[in-house]
């Protein structure tokens, strides 16, 4: 049963890339219908974005401490 997004806690980083790679890789095999599919592509687009959120709080926080060493 699947969760709801309230209640579907974010993966690390590399759990949602870990799982992403997965989605891929299914995908591209391809054998699965069209439902399957579709929820395959739903999943990859949601760990996309959490992979892109961690990627850019990373940024953010090294941004902050090279600017914190300049000053």
């Known amino acids: 049963m699947p969760e709801s997004a309230a209640s579907e806690q974010k993966p690390s980083y590399e759990e949602a890339r ?3 790679v997965d989605v891929v ?3 591209e095999a391809g054998g699965t219908t ?3 599919s579709l ?3 739903e999943r990859g687009e949601k760990l996309s ?3 892109q959120e961690w990627l850019d709080g990373a940024r953010q926080r090294l941004d902050a401490a090279v600017a914190a060493d300049e000053d």
């Open 49 to 51: 974005t959490w992979c």
């Open 39 to 41: 929820a395959l592509w």
């Open 18 to 20: 870990e799982e992403l």
């Open 25 to 27: 890789r299914r995908l």
């Open 34 to 36: 069209l439902e399957e």
